[in-house]
């Protein structure tokens, strides 16, 4: 009861706090067309009230999660929003997991038939889109969620690979088929361009770094006219083709969707394949400590190039599928808001955990789409969850799961 | 072996003489130091922002990636205050101040939340996660003052008089450029005193170098933090209301933009080092707008980014900092 | 009588840090099956040398050589330590540095990798070699830890191990690369009596069937006059003696530089 009161006294100083804080920005509107002042009192209700009410809720929740770390007896133990040994059991179910991954893709494959009409299919170009995102994060989920190199200028390589078809199509002419694995080795000859010169940074350093590269790119895309069209960018790009079939717009759409579904099984699989391999051992081990990854015979240089030049390529493919599902783009598209997107997918999501980026990255992109009615607070509602998850759930949606070899027979991991 | 202060001073007057050698008479020598005082300008209050920067960093090792939107949030807590006012039929310097000072006030309150909430818990966690959380709160707090206010430009009301004795320099040295110049210098010799001779400063001073051991001594950690939030906000305040009154204009936008650019500067200057964050923001900012002047002005940014990809991949500990080896 | 092939060969090893000497003009040399001890109190540059040996400082002067067995005499000044752990030199380090978020098996693997070879594209494809590759990376490294007591918990995460049983895992990674040359960092550090005569013969032990040469770093006297066949003593940089525990035990130099400490265990 004590608790209580003392909670209860520590939301209204809060509230008070933030009503002081808030308020010349969300009360006093000055405006300097009309020259008058608008006062928005009612906002201080607003604040007042809210921020009392989650103040309260904060105090209790941070007494619940430090009460949690009490309790546990290992740090494997918080795994968080499932208790441990039902996500455990559920993942090691084999049937089960396989009944459940038959329905996803099952689904996932009927899906644009499911949802649209020859007329309207709005909600195939969201998923195209989502789906594009999702295989960004899986992307840069292998530079730092395996490798732990931070990366802020991610976007880049997308930009990279967007621009390499929409300038190879206008330029030659070459069909999306041809560019695709080309936007791809763009992207990823890009990447060890960028990463070479970085490989002794470390942390906020590399951070800093890559956003600059992001940024310089950004603006040479911006300003240089003469190639890349400038803040006009480039128009009329040719959509995928199909064997020379005239499609209509929602074929079309279908199709797009098709095309990034198998990329993101693509991806998928050789996330897996890599994860469970020498080389993505070599990549954790270097995110865990790399001297000691170094003194046990792991070449830094090589290991970190791999990691940069693999993270780029998927930006570069799956840039050219979005400058050809786009038929249009522009600098606008690759932003550090972007970048800082897809890292929140790639954290939020739990770093290296394939399950969890993919569900991120969903949310992420799909949840603006559709809770349209919240669109102007979307941006805030972003970096509310990024401090949010943090500080409540750093290690993100699913974590580390624990990877398991038989010795003897044949050896395999779990899927995450 | 140099001494690192040596090669830095070295480089400068070599710099120069190369540089003003090689572009020989013809040069427009007018343009040249119309270019270079606007720099200096520029560069002071990119020093003013990169302080607080280097500051925060000594001390905790986190980049507040958020404190370019505190310099934003000055600047509009300024315009209000200022609107408001001379809508009341005040004007002039007098009302500028007041402005101002209800800007560092705010400035102060929202550097000191920002830590308390977005930071503080994560003191211990590994890296990654005050990092995310700061971008995070840079994200919440563009957009917080994009919908409480305007996404537009907002006018900043022309305040400062333009001073007779200026007059002759007046196409390099404008009055707010002067103003500028001043409160940088006064800021500066202020912040040194207080970091060398108050109680707070050594406090600030021991605890980033040790900060287990300034606990032990009885420091009370948590608050030299808050006040090093506080500081460093203090001042991106002052840099907010200058730049502000200068460029006429504010936008919620502006804050991206200053921090990255400011932080370049605590960089160059060596991260954590308070007289190489002023070095580094003049540097920046002459080498940006000489950049802009001579070769593309709309590559100006391009060649900040320039200047802080190369400095890190060459020098990373700065123009005055210290390597730090790493203990295996 | 043949000389015993030198498996490492320090001449006149210096480094200096800005104005600080750290070590200098060190020499030392390690012969097939040898277990050596370096000793001397904290501060006298010990894990600077193996830093130096192990490339992760470059020496600013003198000579590190080493010479696998049945092989010829390399300098490995500069080299980075991948290759030289490629080369078949391994360490363990002073204060502990597994891989805390990987499981202790994984950490073992790790060490295999500079003796195995798949590529990103074997890795994807995974054929039947790289796939008999993995396997073989699997069963040594369980090998490995069934040899230092860790089989049991080959599935738990390396940060939750206790502390010597993490300091067995380093050893076990280490061996893990197949040196022919292994260098311990304070082993025993932090380690009770009981678990500090295990480490003993796992030590000898290990020297025994790996048939490789041990270099170690210890303040534990009784572990070192148990187990090395020769000892040499650092002070300030600079190696004040060598010789053999019963030498090493009535070095007047040495007892002084040990005022205070019981160097008689």
Redesign the interface.
């Known amino acids: 009861m004590r608790e209580m009161l003392t909670s209860l006294k520590n939301a209204v100083g809060i509230a008070l706090?933030f009503v002081?804080?808030?308020l010349?920005?969300?009360v006093?509107?000055?405006n300097?067309l009309n020259?008058?002042?608008e006062w928005r009192w009612e906002n201080l209700g607003w604040i007042a009230g809210v921020t009392a009410l989650l103040a309260l809720a904060w105090q209790l929740s941070?007494r619940w999660r430090d009460r949690q770390r009490d309790r546990s007896v290992?740090?494997?133990e918080e795994e968080g929003m499932v208790p441990r040994a039902t996500l455990q059991t559920l993942l090691d179910n084999r049937v089960l997991c396989r009944r459940l991954l038959v329905g996803a893709a099952l689904l996932a494959a009927a899906f644009p038939w499911l949802v649209s009409t020859a007329q309207n299919f709005y909600h195939v170009n969201v998923m195209v889109s989502a789906l594009i995102f999702v295989v960004l994060a899986l992307g840069l989920n292998i530079t730092v969620g395996l490798a732990g190199l931070?990366d802020l200028g991610y976007i880049a390589f997308f930009a990279v690979g967007a621009y390499t078809y929409a300038l190879l199509s206008k330029a030659f002419g070459l069909g999306f088929w041809t560019c695709l694995p080309l936007g791809g080795v763009a992207g990823m000859l890009f990447g060890l361009a960028l990463g070479f010169?970085?490989l002794r940074?470390r942390?906020?350093?590399l951070?800093?770094?890559t956003?600059?590269?992001g940024?310089?790119t950004k603006?040479?895309l911006?300003?240089w006219d003469a190639v890349f069209g400038g803040a006009a960018g480039i128009a009329g790009i040719p959509r995928p083709d199909l064997f020379a079939l005239v499609l209509d717009g929602r074929q079309k759409a279908v199709y797009s969707y098709y095309i990034i579904l198998a990329l993101v099984v693509l991806t998928i699989f050789?996330t897996v394949?890599?994860k469970?391999?020498?080389?993505?051992?070599?990549w954790?081990?270097l995110?865990?400590?790399e001297?000691?990854?170094?003194?046990?015979?792991?070449?830094?240089a090589a290991t970190k190039l791999?990691a940069y030049a693999?993270g780029a390529f998927w930006a570069g493919l799956v840039g050219v599928v979005f400058a050809a599902h786009n038929n249009f783009i522009n600098p606008d598209s690759f932003t550090?808001?972007d970048s800082?997107m897809i890292?929140?997918m790639v954290?939020l999501g739990g770093m290296g955990s394939i399950l969890g980026v993919i569900v991120a990255a969903l949310a992420l992109k799909l949840l603006p789409e559709y809770l349209r009615a919240f669109a102007?607070?979307r941006?805030?509602v972003?970096?509310?969850?990024?401090?949010l998850?943090?500080?409540f759930r750093?290690q993100g949606l699913i974590s580390?799961m624990?990877?398991?070899?038989?010795?003897?027979t044949?050896?395999g991991g779990d899927r995450d | 072996m140099y001494n690192d202060r040596e090669q830095a001073g070295a480089c400068l007057p070599v710099f120069c003489a190369t540089f003003f050698s090689a572009v020989g008479q013809t040069m427009d020598y007018e343009y040249l130091f119309e270019l270079l005082a606007g720099g200096v300008i520029k560069g002071s209050i990119y020093a003013l922002i990169a302080l607080g920067y280097t500051m925060v960093y000594g001390i905790i090792q986190l980049i507040n990636f958020a404190h370019g939107e505190i310099y934003m949030i000055s600047a509009f807590v300024a315009f209000i205050v200022a609107g408001v006012l001379t809508m009341a039929g005040h004007g002039g310097l007098s009302v500028l101040v007041l402005a101002a000072l209800v800007a560092m006030l705010y400035a102060a309150a929202y550097g000191y939340t920002l830590e308390r909430i977005a930071y503080r818990p994560l003191r211990n966690a590994p890296r990654l996660s005050p990092l995310i959380s700061a971008i995070g709160a840079s994200i919440f707090l563009m957009n917080y003052v994009q919908l409480a206010q305007t996404p537009d430009f907002l006018p900043f009301p022309a305040l400062v008089p333009d001073f007779e004795f200026l007059e002759p320099v007046a196409r390099y040295l404008s009055s707010i450029d002067l103003i500028i110049l001043v409160v940088t210098v006064v800021t500066m010799l202020a912040l040194t005193v207080l970091i060398k001779y108050t109680r707070i400063g050594k406090a600030m001073r021991a605890t980033q170098q040790d900060m287990v051991m300034a606990r032990l001594v009885g420091i009370n950690v948590d608050r030299v933090i808050s006040a090093t939030f506080i500081i460093g906000s203090v001042l991106a305040a002052i840099g907010g209301v200058l730049i502000g009154s200068r460029t006429g204009q504010i936008n919620a936008a502006i804050g991206f933009m200053a921090g990255i650019k400011a932080f370049t500067a605590a960089v160059l200057g060596g991260i954590g080092n308070i007289p190489g964050a002023v070095l580094g923001g003049i540097v920046l900012g002459v080498a940006e707008t000489l950049g802009a002047g001579y070769i593309s002005s709309a590559y100006e940014d391009v060649f900040a980014f320039g200047l802080l990809v190369l400095i890190l991949i060459v020098r990373p500990a700065g123009l005055l900092g210290k390597a730090v080896r790493q203990k295996v | 009588m043949t000389e015993q092939a030198k498996l490492l060969d320090v001449s006149g090893l210096t480094m200096d840090f800005g104005g600080l000497r750290a070590i200098d003009s060190v020499n030392l040399e390690i012969r097939t099956g040898e277990i050596v001890a370096l000793i001397g109190p904290n501060g006298a540059g010990k894990t600077t040398f193996f830093n130096c040996v192990t490339g992760i400082y470059t020496p600013t002067a003198g000579d590190v050589s080493i010479c696998p067995p049945g092989g010829k005499p390399l300098r490995i000044n500069g080299l980075k330590p991948n290759r030289i752990t490629a080369l078949g030199m391994a360490r363990t380090f002073q204060n502990i540095r597994l891989f805390p978020g990987m499981t202790v098996l994984e950490n073992v693997m790790i060490g295999r990798h500079c003796r195995t070879k798949a590529s990103i594209v074997d890795a994807i494809v995974r054929g039947p070699a790289t796939a008999r590759e993995e396997q073989e990376t699997v069963d040594t490294s369980y090998c490995l830890l069934e040899r230092v007591g860790l089989a049991d918990a080959a599935d738990d995460f390396a940060r939750n191990l206790s502390y010597g049983a993490q300091r067995r895992l380093e050893i076990a990674r280490a061996l893990a690369t197949e040196p022919f040359l292994l260098l311990l960092d304070e082993p025993a550090a932090g380690m009770n009596p009981q678990e500090t005569r295990e480490l003993d013969e796992l030590i000898v032990r290990i020297r025994d069937e790996e048939r490789l040469a041990i270099l170690l770093i210890e303040h534990d006297m009784k572990l070192v006059m148990n187990i090395s066949d020769r000892i040499y003593v650092m002070e300030y940089g600079k190696e004040i003696a060598t010789g053999t525990p019963e030498e090493i035990k009535g070095n007047p130099r040495v007892i002084e530089a040990y005022l205070g400490e019981d160097a008689h265990a």
Do not use: H
């Open positions: 706090w002081f804080l808030t010349p920005l969300l006093v509107r000055v300097t020259n008058e002042i941070l290992t740090q494997d931070l010169p970085i940074l942390g906020d350093y951070a800093i770094v956003l600059g590269f940024s310089i603006i040479v911006e300003n050789v394949r890599l469970n391999s020498r080389i993505g051992r070599a954790m081990a995110r865990e400590d001297i000691a990854c170094v003194a046990m015979g792991v070449d830094m791999s693999l550090f808001m800082a890292l929140a954290v102007e607070y941006m805030l972003f970096g509310t969850v990024m401090v998850m943090m500080l750093p580390n624990r990877r398991r070899y038989a010795a003897g044949k050896g």
